[in-house]
């Protein structure tokens, strides 16, 4: 009996499901109702999601779409410090590839951000971030990687992704919420593909374990 070939497994060569189809598009049809694909666009890449056959064809379609571009706090926006007078770097986008983006400590988040992992993790640490604005877009996707968000405990947040062989939730909170009236909103949505992405409420960074209880 000959030698069977020892062929590594390529998850992009995975067959794909209606349901996954489904999925992409309408991933696609929000994206033209934001205005980010015209008509004949949208028409077209929804030929293109029903033609496909694996994962490798069918992620191109959606790729350009999980980042938002650059993007600049309103004029109106008074500038964020540090707490040593120094005005908070600022960042629109945080992409890892095959490897790993932290966003910590204290940084100025634009009204939109754009997270993406492929085969990489991005950590995106909002507790003692500087919002632009009363509520903040942030598309997280990730292709066989992983995207988390961490929140604290007076943020209200919104969570509406697409999983597609993967995990796209709010993991159970470390602290109990705080949210009211005037909390600051973050919407976090986008595609996880054969990957995750997860956010969860944990205390302020430094808080001692003997305060944080049983939550």
């Known amino acids: 009996m000959g030698e069977i070939e020892n062929r590594p497994h390529d998850p992009s060569q995975m067959r794909?499901?209606?349901?996954?189809?489904?999925?992409?598009?309408?991933v696609l049809r929000d994206a033209a109702g934001e205005g980010r694909l015209d008509l004949d666009e949208l028409e077209e890449r929804l030929e293109l999601t029903f033609a496909a056959k694996t994962y490798g064809e069918l992620v191109?379609?959606?790729?350009?779409?999980q980042a938002t571009g650059p993007v600049t706090p309103p004029a109106a926006s008074p500038v964020r410090r540090t707490p040593a007078g120094v005005p908070a770097v600022g960042h629109n986008s945080?992409?890892?590839?095959?490897?790993?983006?932290?966003?910590?400590?204290?940084?100025?988040v634009p009204e939109h951000h754009s997270a993406f992992a492929l085969m990489g993790s991005v950590v995106i640490d909002l507790r003692q971030a500087q919002l632009s604005a009363r509520e903040t877009h942030i598309n997280a996707s990730s292709i066989m990687g992983e995207v988390k968000i961490i929140v604290p405990a007076h943020m209200h947040?919104?969570?509406?992704?697409?999983?597609?062989?993967?995990?796209?939730?709010?993991?159970?909170?470390?602290?109990?919420?705080?949210?009211?009236?005037?909390?600051?909103?973050?919407?976090?949505?986008?595609m996880a593909l054969m990957g995750s992405v997860n956010v969860q409420r944990l205390p302020e960074p430094g808080t001692p374990k003997k305060f944080l209880g049983t939550y």
């Open 157 to 190: 947040v919104v969570v509406d992704g697409t999983p597609i062989m993967g995990d796209y939730t709010q993991g159970k909170d470390k602290v109990p919420a705080e949210v009211g009236p005037d909390s600051p909103t973050v919407r976090v949505r986008g």
């Open 94 to 108: 945080s992409t890892a590839i095959m490897g790993e983006t932290k966003r910590q400590g204290v940084w100025a």
């Open 60 to 65: 191109p379609i959606t790729l350009d779409l």
């Open 16 to 26: 794909i499901s209606d349901a996954d189809r489904q999925r992409v598009a309408d």
